[in-house]
């Protein structure tokens, strides 16, 4: 089992930013896919960013430019800083780690809104 738990959403006016963090435990393995989705009010679940250890990175055409996804392998860690944020960044973020099998986290609330 590998238990994976997010930190650091909130409720941010547009233009301001967001750190989100995430990390997991229990039976990681040193290869692996860390990454987030969010899911918006009414729509469904989407992939926002994911970092591979290998460094591969992907990015929601939504969020290019303006969200940053990094990661510290030794510690299980993966960051989305998030700036530039606008309305339609609203959601629930979920983050996930895998390799073979998906786990999630319980998800982290993000509200952009003046």
């Known amino acids: 089992q590998v238990r994976v738990v997010e930190s650091g959403g909130g409720l941010v006016q547009p233009g301001g930013s967001l750190r989100l963090s995430c990390t997991a435990s229990g039976r990681v393995t040193s290869v692996n896919t860390m990454g987030w989705y969010r899911q918006g009010p009414g729509k469904e679940r989407e992939l926002v960013a994911s970092?591979?250890?290998?460094?591969?990175?992907n990015y929601a055409d939504a969020v290019k430019g303006r969200f940053t996804i990094s990661r510290d392998n030794a510690r299980n860690t993966v960051y989305l800083q998030m700036d530039s944020l606008r309305p339609e960044d609203t959601g629930v973020y979920y983050c996930?780690?895998?390799?073979?099998?998906?786990?999630w986290g319980q998800g982290t609330q993000v509200t952009v809104d003046s």
């Open positions: 996930y780690w895998r390799y073979r099998l998906t786990y």
């Open positions: 970092k591979t250890t290998f460094g591969d990175t």
